[in-house]
C-alpha cells in the first residue's frame, strides 16, 4: 500500500471524534429522559391519586363491583373513536387495534385461546364515539345469505343471516334488537314485540342503525347504537344461515336461547373525558384506562411534529438516521391507538407505577410515557390505569441540534486533518519518489557514479538518508575510481623494478656465459618480454583516458573512416573477411577520428579473437531518420555473449574470454570502447544477433559533440 | 679522447646497468643520484650527453628543473630523457624543455644505446658542412640523415630523434600508407598506438610552426599514415 494512502487511512482515523460526540450526546440525551420520566411518573401518580376510589368517574356502568373485575371473554371494551366511523359497513376508518377484538364461535368458551381468535368465525369491535357505541363485526361465512325481500321479517322461511344485539337498559330490564336487510348496504334495526296474546309483530328501531357489505371471507357490518340505551350489559350474535330459511348457527356474547347478554360493556364515564382535560397541557397526552389495558378516555394534547427544513433537517436526519439506529431499537414502538403499552398496563395493573419511551409507528415521533395505577384506596384493588405521555421531542430537539453541531464540527475538522494528511503525503511521496530515482540514476549505465542527490539539505529522516546516500556513492565513487586507475598506477610501479631486471639481463647477455647459462638468460628474457606486455596492457586504459582527454575533434566523415578502417583491417587479419554495410552515403559527424580508430581497433580486436578464420566481420553504420545519434555495429560470427554479461562487458578489467596465453587481456578493451563512446556523447551496448550465430557490438555517437 | 655521458637516475641497479652498457660501448659514464649532486658535477664540468631520469629521490619533477639549468648551461648539450612514466604530458613537458629524445625505460639498451650513437652522429654533423650525402628531398621538405635534420622551404623544422625517424619513413616513400608497427620499427622505440598518434600530432604542428598551410601528411583510417606530395 502506498505511504499516502496508509497515511489517509490514519486521518480517518479522526472519525472517532463524532462518534465520540455522539456516544456523548446519547448519554446526555439519556439523563434528560430519565429526569423527564421521572417528572412525568410524578404526574402520573399525581392524577392517578386525585382519581383513587373513583370508579364512578372511571366507569359508566352503574354495575358497581363488576366493573371492577378483569375483562372476560365477553365483555367488550370500546376503544374510543374519533373521528365517528362512516356507517357504511367497510372498516378501513377503524382504528387497528389487533387486542381489542373479541372472537366467537359456535361452541362459546369461557376464555377463547388465542389460537382460535384467528379461526374463529365472528370477531367483534367496539367502539365509542360521542353518545354512540359502534360495533363492527367481521364474519367468516361461505356468503351473505340476506332476507326474502317481499316475506315477514318474521317467516323463518325468508330468514337470511341475522345480527342481535342483547342489552340491558337503564331501567334493568333486558333488550333485544335485530338487525338484517334484503339487500347489502344499509340494515335497519327492528325489535320483535310481543303483544296480548303472545302475538310477535315487528316493530322497526330506528335508534340502532348499521351496513353490511360483502368481503372476500364473508361479510361485515357496521353498527351504531346510542349508549343511552344500555346500561352495563351488552352482547352481540350472529344467526348465520347457510341458506335463506335455513338452520340458523348462532354466534356470539349472547347465551342463544334467550338472548340475555353474557358479558359487560366496560365504557368509559362520560366526565372522565373532562375531567382529564382539566389537567391536559400543551404536548401532554392523558389516558385512563382499564387495568388489562384498553382506552377508558382520554385527553391527547399531543403536536403533530414540526418538520424540519432545508439542508439542516437533511443533515440532522442523515445523521440520525447512521447513529439513531441502535437507540431507536431499544424502544418499543407505541402500541396501536386504544390500548396502552401492555408491558406499563400490567405493571400498573400490578400496582407498581413505570415509564418508557416509545416511537410512534411511523417513526417520526418519540414520545416518553409513564404509567401509574388507580387504586380504589390506598392499598385497594387496582381499578384502572392511567398514563401521561409526552413528546420527547423536546430534548431530542436539543440533542439533535448539539449533535449536527458537533457532527458538523468535527466532520470539518476531519475534512481538514484528512486535507493536511493528503498534502503532507503526497510531499512525502514526492520526495521519497525524487530519492528512489536519483538513486537508482545513482549508477549510469556505463558504471560511473553520480553521487549528487537531492534533499540533502533538508533537515528531517529523509534528509538525513538522502546525505547518507550522498556520502555513500561518493565513497563509492572515490573506490570504483581507485580501481579503474589501480591497474595504471601498478603498472608504473611495476615498470621500475622489471627495467632493473630488464637491463640486467641485457648486461649479463654481453658476458660470456655456459650454454645453459645463455638458455636460462633466454628464458628470463621471454618472461620479462611478458611482464612488459602485461604492463603496456594494464597502462593502457590510462592512457587512453589522458588522450581521451585531449582528443582534438574535427569533422569529418564517419563512413570514410569506417570503409577505410575495414581496408585496414583486412590488410592486419588476413584470415577474417571485413564488409562495410550502410556506409555508401557520407555520414558527417564532428569527432576524433583517432578516438573512433582506436574503438574500432578494440572492437575488432575482439570479433577477431572470438570468430573462427574465415569468417565475415561486418561494420554497420547505422544512421536512424532526425536523431542526433549515429550507430556503429561490428558482427561476428562466434560464441554467444556469456549469460548477464551485456551490461557488465564494458566495465573495467572485466573479462569473459578465455586466455589463450599469446598475448594478456585485462578486459580494457572494451572498456576502452566505452570510454570513447561516452566522449563522443553515447554509449556503448552488446547483444546477441538475432540468430544467435554471434555477436553484435553497438555504439551510439552524437554527431555534435560540444568540446572538452 | 671518450666521449662522456652522464646519467641522472635515482634507481642504483638502474644506473649501473645503464653505466655498464655505455661503458661496454667505450663511453666514459657518471652517475648521479640526485639533481643536487648532478648539478653540482655540472657546473664545474659538463659531460657530452646526458640521460636524466624525470623523478629523482623526492623530487617527482627533478628532471624537468636539471633539463632547465642545463639548457642554460648549454644550447647544444644533447639531451635524453628516459622515464618510467609514458604520460602524455611528461611527453609534452620533456620535449618543450628542449630535450633531443623522449624514451621510456621499456626501451632495450641495444636501442637506447643505438640512440646515443645516434644522438653523437648528429652533433658531429652538425660541426661539419652539409654535403648533401643521406639527404632527402620531397618538395619542400629536406631531410638530412647525418645531421638527423629537417628542413621545410629552408627552414629548420626541430624534431627529436623519434620525430626525424617516423618523417623519414613516411617520406620516404610518399604516397605509401606505414603502419603505426613500420613507424615504431624506423624510429627503433617500442611505444603504444596512442604516443604514435602524439607524435604525429606533434610533428604535425612543428611543420605547421614553420608553414601553416602544411598538409602532408594524411591519416589513412584504420591503416596508418602517408606523405603526400603536392608536388609529385
Not at chain 1, 645 to 656: D, G, M, N, V
Given at each position: 500500500m502506498l505511504i499516502r494512502t496508509r497515511l489517509l487511512l490514519l486521518g480517518l482515523a479522526t472519525l472517532a471524534l463524532p462518534w465520540a460526540g455522539c456516544q456523548y450526546a446519547r448519554e446526555m440525551e439519556a439523563s434528560l429522559r430519565a429526569a423527564e420520566s421521572e417528572g412525568l411518573r410524578a404526574v402520573a401518580q399525581t392524577i392517578a391519586t386525585s382519581l383513587q376510589g373513583r370508579s364512578d368517574l372511571l366507569y359508566r356502568s352503574t354495575g358497581g363491583q363488576g366493573s371492577r373485575a378483569p375483562a372476560g371473554p365477553f365483555d367488550l371494551e370500546p376503544v374510543p373513536l374519533s373521528p365517528e366511523p362512516q356507517l357504511d359497513g367497510r372498516d378501513d376508518d377503524w382504528p387497528r387495534v389487533q387486542r381489542a377484538w373479541r372472537t366467537y364461535g359456535t361452541v362459546p368458551r369461557a376464555a377463547p385461546e388465542p389460537a382460535l381468535r384467528e379461526v374463529e368465525p365472528v370477531a367483534v369491535l367496539a367502539g365509542t364515539a360521542g353518545r354512540f357505541l359502534f360495533v363492527l363485526l367481521r364474519v367468516r361465512d361461505t356468503g351473505l345469505v340476506l332476507d326474502a325481500s317481499d316475506a315477514s321479517a318474521l317467516d323463518p322461511a325468508a330468514m337470511g343471516d341475522r345480527i342481535w344485539?342483547?342489552?340491558?337498559?337503564?331501567?334493568?330490564?333486558?333488550?333485544?334488537?335485530?338487525?338484517?336487510?334484503?339487500?347489502?348496504?344499509?340494515?335497519?334495526?327492528?325489535?320483535?314485540?310481543?303483544?296480548?296474546?303472545?302475538?310477535?309483530?315487528?316493530?322497526?328501531?330506528?335508534?340502532?342503525?348499521?351496513?353490511?357489505?360483502?368481503?372476500?371471507?364473508?361479510w361485515t357490518a357496521e353498527l351504531r347504537i346510542p349508549l343511552s340505551m344500555i346500561a352495563d350489559r351488552f352482547g352481540v350474535l350472529v344467526d348465520d344461515r347457510a341458506r335463506r330459511g335455513g338452520e340458523p348457527r348462532p354466534m356470539g356474547s349472547l347465551a342463544p336461547g334467550d338472548l340475555a347478554p353474557r358479558g359487560r360493556l366496560i365504557a368509559a364515564a362520560p366526565e372522565l373525558t373532562s375531567y382529564l382535560t382539566q389537567f391536559a397541557q400543551p404536548g401532554v397526552r392523558i389516558v385512563a384506562a382499564s387495568p388489562a389495558g384498553a382506552t377508558l378516555a382520554e385527553a391527547d394534547a399531543l403536536p403533530l411534529i414540526a418538520a424540519n427544513s432545508g439542508a439542516q433537517a437533511l443533515l440532522s436526519r442523515l445523521y440520525r438516521r447512521f447513529l439513531d439506529r441502535a437507540a431507536l431499537a431499544e424502544r418499543i414502538t407505541e402500541t396501536e391507538r386504544g390500548r396502552i403499552d401492555r408491558i406499563q398496563a400490567e405493571s400498573a395493573a400490578a400496582g407498581r407505577s413505570s415509564s418508557a419511551v416509545f416511537a410512534t409507528s411511523d417513526e417520526r415521533r418519540m414520545v416518553v410515557a409513564a404509567a401509574a395505577p388507580i387504586r380504589e384506596s390506598a392499598t385497594g384493588p387496582v381499578l384502572g390505569v392511567l398514563q401521561v405521555a409526552q413528546t420527547a421531542d423536546r430534548w431530542l430537539l436539543l440533542r439533535d441540534r448539539a449533535l449536527t453541531r458537533l457532527l458538523n464540527l468535527t466532520l470539518l475538522a476531519t475534512l481538514l486533518v484528512v486535507g493536511l494528511i493528503a498534502v503532507f503525503g503526497t510531499r512525502l511521496a514526492i520526495r521519497l519518489e525524487r530519492l528512489r530515482r536519483a538513486s537508482d540514476a545513482a549508477l549510469t549505465r556505463d558504471g560511473r557514479v553520480h553521487s549528487a542527490f537531492p534533499d540533502v539539505a533538508s533537515k528531517d529522516e529523509l534528509g538525513a538518508v538522502a546525505r547518507g546516500f550522498s556520502a555513500l556513492l561518493e565513497r563509492l565513487d572515490g573506490y570504483t575510481s581507485y580501481l579503474r586507475t589501480l591497474a595504471g598506477k601498478l603498472a608504473h610501479e611495476i615498470r621500475t623494478p622489471l627495467t632493473i631486471v630488464r637491463s640486467s639481463l641485457e648486461n649479463l647477455g654481453t658476458e660470456p656465459l655456459s650454454a645453459p647459462a645463455r638458455e636460462y638468460l633466454q628464458r628470463a628474457r621471454e618472461g620479462s618480454d611478458r611482464l612488459g606486455q602485461i604492463l603496456q596492457a594494464m597502462g593502457s586504459a590510462t592512457r587512453v583516458e589522458e588522450a581521451i582527454e585531449g582528443a582534438e575533434f574535427v569533422d569529418c566523415d564517419l563512413a570514410a573512416v569506417l570503409t577505410g578502417a575495414a581496408h585496414g583491417y583486412s590488410q592486419a587479419f588476413p584470415a577474417r573477411r571485413f564488409a562495410v554495410v550502410g556506409a555508401e552515403t557520407a555520414c558527417p559527424i564532428h569527432a576524433a577520428p583517432d578516438l573512433l580508430l582506436q574503438m574500432l581497433d578494440k572492437l575488432v580486436d575482439n570479433a577477431v579473437d572470438f570468430s573462427p578464420v574465415d569468417s565475415t566481420i561486418t561494420f554497420r553504420l547505422v544512421v536512424p531518420a532526425d536523431s542526433a545519434q549515429v550507430a556503429v555495429e561490428v558482427d561476428n560470427v562466434g560464441p554467444r555473449l556469456p549469460p548477464g554479461s551485456a551490461s557488465r562487458i564494458f566495465e573495467s578489467l572485466w573479462q569473459a574470454r578465455v586466455d589463450r596465453g599469446d598475448k594478456p587481456h585485462f578486459g580494457l578493451g572494451l572498456y576502452i570502447v566505452r570510454l570513447i563512446a561516452r566522449r563522443h556523447g553515447g554509449w556503448a551496448e552488446a547483444e546477441d544477433l538475432p540468430d544467435n550465430s554471434g555477436v553484435r557490438f553497438r555504439v551510439w555517437l552524437r554527431r555534435v559533440v560540444a568540446q572538452m | 679522447m671518450k666521449r662522456s655521458i652522464a646519467i641522472v637516475e635515482d634507481e642504483a641497479a638502474i644506473r649501473d646497468n645503464y653505466a655498464a652498457a655505455f661503458a661496454r660501448e667505450g663511453y666514459s659514464v657518471r652517475t648521479y643520484a640526485n639533481r643536487r649532486t648532478a648539478t653540482a658535477a655540472f657546473a664545474t664540468r659538463l659531460p657530452d650527453l646526458v640521460v636524466i631520469d624525470i623523478s629523482l629521490e623526492d623530487e617527482p619533477e627533478g628532471g624537468f628543473e636539471l633539463c632547465r639549468t642545463l639548457r642554460n648551461q648549454s644550447a647544444g648539450l644533447p639531451l635524453i630523457f628516459l622515464t618510467a612514466r609514458d604520460s602524455e604530458l611528461d611527453a609534452v613537458s620533456g620535449l618543450r624543455l628542449g630535450a633531443d629524445d623522449f624514451l621510456t625505460k621499456d626501451i632495450s639498451l641495444a636501442h637506447l644505446v643505438a640512440r646515443v650513437n645516434a644522438l653523437f652522429r648528429r652533433v658531429d654533423a652538425l660541426t661539419r658542412p652539409a654535403d648533401g650525402s643521406g639527404a632527402v628531398q620531397r618538395g619542400s621538405l629536406s631531410l638530412d640523415t647525418e645531421r638527423l635534420q629537417a628542413t621545410w622551404n629552408g627552414e629548420v623544422v626541430l624534431l627529436s630523434l623519434t620525430e626525424f625517424w617516423i618523417v623519414h619513413a613516411l617520406a620516404r616513400n610518399p604516397g605509401h600508407v606505414k603502419n603505426r608497427q613500420q613507424l615504431m620499427d624506423a624510429a627503433n622505440v617500442v611505444l603504444d598506438d596512442n604516443t604514435i598518434t602524439s607524435h604525429i600530432k606533434r610533428i604535425r604542428r612543428k611543420f605547421q610552426a614553420v608553414d601553416p598551410a602544411f598538409d602532408s601528411i594524411h591519416t589513412a583510417y584504420g591503416m596508418g599514415y602517408r606523405w603526400l606530395d603536392p608536388s609529385c
Amino acid at each position: 500500500m502506498l505511504i499516502r494512502t496508509r497515511l489517509l487511512l490514519l486521518g480517518l482515523a479522526t472519525l472517532a471524534l463524532p462518534w465520540a460526540g455522539c456516544q456523548y450526546a446519547r448519554e446526555m440525551e439519556a439523563s434528560l429522559r430519565a429526569a423527564e420520566s421521572e417528572g412525568l411518573r410524578a404526574v402520573a401518580q399525581t392524577i392517578a391519586t386525585s382519581l383513587q376510589g373513583r370508579s364512578d368517574l372511571l366507569y359508566r356502568s352503574t354495575g358497581g363491583q363488576g366493573s371492577r373485575a378483569p375483562a372476560g371473554p365477553f365483555d367488550l371494551e370500546p376503544v374510543p373513536l374519533s373521528p365517528e366511523p362512516q356507517l357504511d359497513g367497510r372498516d378501513d376508518d377503524w382504528p387497528r387495534v389487533q387486542r381489542a377484538w373479541r372472537t366467537y364461535g359456535t361452541v362459546p368458551r369461557a376464555a377463547p385461546e388465542p389460537a382460535l381468535r384467528e379461526v374463529e368465525p365472528v370477531a367483534v369491535l367496539a367502539g365509542t364515539a360521542g353518545r354512540f357505541l359502534f360495533v363492527l363485526l367481521r364474519v367468516r361465512d361461505t356468503g351473505l345469505v340476506l332476507d326474502a325481500s317481499d316475506a315477514s321479517a318474521l317467516d323463518p322461511a325468508a330468514m337470511g343471516d341475522r345480527i342481535w344485539l342483547g342489552f340491558a337498559t337503564p331501567r334493568g330490564e333486558l333488550d333485544q334488537v335485530f338487525l338484517s336487510g334484503w339487500t347489502t348496504g344499509d340494515l335497519r334495526g327492528r325489535r320483535i314485540v310481543t303483544r296480548e296474546f303472545g302475538r310477535a309483530e315487528m316493530a322497526d328501531e330506528p335508534r340502532v342503525q348499521g351496513a353490511w357489505v360483502r368481503s372476500p371471507e364473508g361479510w361485515t357490518a357496521e353498527l351504531r347504537i346510542p349508549l343511552s340505551m344500555i346500561a352495563d350489559r351488552f352482547g352481540v350474535l350472529v344467526d348465520d344461515r347457510a341458506r335463506r330459511g335455513g338452520e340458523p348457527r348462532p354466534m356470539g356474547s349472547l347465551a342463544p336461547g334467550d338472548l340475555a347478554p353474557r358479558g359487560r360493556l366496560i365504557a368509559a364515564a362520560p366526565e372522565l373525558t373532562s375531567y382529564l382535560t382539566q389537567f391536559a397541557q400543551p404536548g401532554v397526552r392523558i389516558v385512563a384506562a382499564s387495568p388489562a389495558g384498553a382506552t377508558l378516555a382520554e385527553a391527547d394534547a399531543l403536536p403533530l411534529i414540526a418538520a424540519n427544513s432545508g439542508a439542516q433537517a437533511l443533515l440532522s436526519r442523515l445523521y440520525r438516521r447512521f447513529l439513531d439506529r441502535a437507540a431507536l431499537a431499544e424502544r418499543i414502538t407505541e402500541t396501536e391507538r386504544g390500548r396502552i403499552d401492555r408491558i406499563q398496563a400490567e405493571s400498573a395493573a400490578a400496582g407498581r407505577s413505570s415509564s418508557a419511551v416509545f416511537a410512534t409507528s411511523d417513526e417520526r415521533r418519540m414520545v416518553v410515557a409513564a404509567a401509574a395505577p388507580i387504586r380504589e384506596s390506598a392499598t385497594g384493588p387496582v381499578l384502572g390505569v392511567l398514563q401521561v405521555a409526552q413528546t420527547a421531542d423536546r430534548w431530542l430537539l436539543l440533542r439533535d441540534r448539539a449533535l449536527t453541531r458537533l457532527l458538523n464540527l468535527t466532520l470539518l475538522a476531519t475534512l481538514l486533518v484528512v486535507g493536511l494528511i493528503a498534502v503532507f503525503g503526497t510531499r512525502l511521496a514526492i520526495r521519497l519518489e525524487r530519492l528512489r530515482r536519483a538513486s537508482d540514476a545513482a549508477l549510469t549505465r556505463d558504471g560511473r557514479v553520480h553521487s549528487a542527490f537531492p534533499d540533502v539539505a533538508s533537515k528531517d529522516e529523509l534528509g538525513a538518508v538522502a546525505r547518507g546516500f550522498s556520502a555513500l556513492l561518493e565513497r563509492l565513487d572515490g573506490y570504483t575510481s581507485y580501481l579503474r586507475t589501480l591497474a595504471g598506477k601498478l603498472a608504473h610501479e611495476i615498470r621500475t623494478p622489471l627495467t632493473i631486471v630488464r637491463s640486467s639481463l641485457e648486461n649479463l647477455g654481453t658476458e660470456p656465459l655456459s650454454a645453459p647459462a645463455r638458455e636460462y638468460l633466454q628464458r628470463a628474457r621471454e618472461g620479462s618480454d611478458r611482464l612488459g606486455q602485461i604492463l603496456q596492457a594494464m597502462g593502457s586504459a590510462t592512457r587512453v583516458e589522458e588522450a581521451i582527454e585531449g582528443a582534438e575533434f574535427v569533422d569529418c566523415d564517419l563512413a570514410a573512416v569506417l570503409t577505410g578502417a575495414a581496408h585496414g583491417y583486412s590488410q592486419a587479419f588476413p584470415a577474417r573477411r571485413f564488409a562495410v554495410v550502410g556506409a555508401e552515403t557520407a555520414c558527417p559527424i564532428h569527432a576524433a577520428p583517432d578516438l573512433l580508430l582506436q574503438m574500432l581497433d578494440k572492437l575488432v580486436d575482439n570479433a577477431v579473437d572470438f570468430s573462427p578464420v574465415d569468417s565475415t566481420i561486418t561494420f554497420r553504420l547505422v544512421v536512424p531518420a532526425d536523431s542526433a545519434q549515429v550507430a556503429v555495429e561490428v558482427d561476428n560470427v562466434g560464441p554467444r555473449l556469456p549469460p548477464g554479461s551485456a551490461s557488465r562487458i564494458f566495465e573495467s578489467l572485466w573479462q569473459a574470454r578465455v586466455d589463450r596465453g599469446d598475448k594478456p587481456h585485462f578486459g580494457l578493451g572494451l572498456y576502452i570502447v566505452r570510454l570513447i563512446a561516452r566522449r563522443h556523447g553515447g554509449w556503448a551496448e552488446a547483444e546477441d544477433l538475432p540468430d544467435n550465430s554471434g555477436v553484435r557490438f553497438r555504439v551510439w555517437l552524437r554527431r555534435v559533440v560540444a568540446q572538452m | 679522447m671518450k666521449r662522456s655521458i652522464a646519467i641522472v637516475e635515482d634507481e642504483a641497479a638502474i644506473r649501473d646497468n645503464y653505466a655498464a652498457a655505455f661503458a661496454r660501448e667505450g663511453y666514459s659514464v657518471r652517475t648521479y643520484a640526485n639533481r643536487r649532486t648532478a648539478t653540482a658535477a655540472f657546473a664545474t664540468r659538463l659531460p657530452d650527453l646526458v640521460v636524466i631520469d624525470i623523478s629523482l629521490e623526492d623530487e617527482p619533477e627533478g628532471g624537468f628543473e636539471l633539463c632547465r639549468t642545463l639548457r642554460n648551461q648549454s644550447a647544444g648539450l644533447p639531451l635524453i630523457f628516459l622515464t618510467a612514466r609514458d604520460s602524455e604530458l611528461d611527453a609534452v613537458s620533456g620535449l618543450r624543455l628542449g630535450a633531443d629524445d623522449f624514451l621510456t625505460k621499456d626501451i632495450s639498451l641495444a636501442h637506447l644505446v643505438a640512440r646515443v650513437n645516434a644522438l653523437f652522429r648528429r652533433v658531429d654533423a652538425l660541426t661539419r658542412p652539409a654535403d648533401g650525402s643521406g639527404a632527402v628531398q620531397r618538395g619542400s621538405l629536406s631531410l638530412d640523415t647525418e645531421r638527423l635534420q629537417a628542413t621545410w622551404n629552408g627552414e629548420v623544422v626541430l624534431l627529436s630523434l623519434t620525430e626525424f625517424w617516423i618523417v623519414h619513413a613516411l617520406a620516404r616513400n610518399p604516397g605509401h600508407v606505414k603502419n603505426r608497427q613500420q613507424l615504431m620499427d624506423a624510429a627503433n622505440v617500442v611505444l603504444d598506438d596512442n604516443t604514435i598518434t602524439s607524435h604525429i600530432k606533434r610533428i604535425r604542428r612543428k611543420f605547421q610552426a614553420v608553414d601553416p598551410a602544411f598538409d602532408s601528411i594524411h591519416t589513412a583510417y584504420g591503416m596508418g599514415y602517408r606523405w603526400l606530395d603536392p608536388s609529385c
